[in-house]
């Protein structure tokens, strides 16, 4: 039962940084880019892309390697990878500005090459959660529609939470630190759960 909660805070809080970072691109992009519908459509395109092939993955390794541990491992690259955002963002959209691309090419890569990498990595963090939760295969169609749920809850508290209130009062580099201490509380929380049953 231990374990079944732990499964569905790590894809509540997944979902809450999921969420805030792609509301946070816009406020990173901005000063390089305005914040035009280009920006926002290139941003919400990336993210999903993303996702696709963070989905895709995260299932094929969750058939080869089922274990939390490894879904802490995949979330602490990904904290990394989401620490690194804002002393990536300025160089990366500099070096892309002097390549005088259309802006709509060079918002495009921008975004994809600060946010590609992290949201892959968050996006395989739900169907593992399905794989490891699921405990029959009758069951699977419930388990994946929990998981699913708890997550887009966590996308929907981190929405609130980033726009509402978190952006006006600490700023970005602030939320970035706090969206990786987060991932780093999901993290622990699977090798924590991989000690409880390999000790139940």
Do not use: H
Not at 149 to 166: E, P
Request: charged share 10%; aromatic share 10%.
């Amino acid at each position: 039962m231990k374990a079944t909660y732990n499964i569905y805070i790590i894809a509540l809080l997944s979902g809450a940084v999921l969420l805030g970072l792609e509301l946070l691109a816009s406020r990173l992009l901005a000063p390089f880019f305005g914040n035009s519908i280009y920006v926002w459509g290139a941003i919400i395109s990336v993210f999903l892309l993303s996702l696709s092939l963070g989905y895709f993955l995260g299932g094929k390794v969750a058939d080869k390697l089922p274990s939390f541990n490894t879904l802490g491992r995949i979330i602490v690259v990904t904290a990394v990878f989401t620490l690194l955002i804002p002393f990536l963002t300025k160089p990366l959209c500099y070096s892309i500005l002097t390549l005088q691309l259309d802006v709509r090419i060079a918002v495009l890569s921008a975004c994809l090459g600060v946010f590609l990498i992290p949201s892959i990595l968050m996006g395989m963090v739900s169907p593992y959660i399905i794989k490891l939760s699921a405990e029959k295969l009758e069951n699977i169609g419930q388990t994946a529609g929990n998981v699913y749920a708890v997550s887009t809850l966590g996308s929907i508290s981190g929405a609130i939470l980033v726009s509402f209130f978190l952006i006006p009062a600490i700023g970005s580099k602030a939320i970035i630190f706090l969206c990786t201490g987060t991932l780093l509380v999901a993290a622990g929380l699977c090798f924590v759960t991989e000690r409880a049953l390999k000790n139940s």
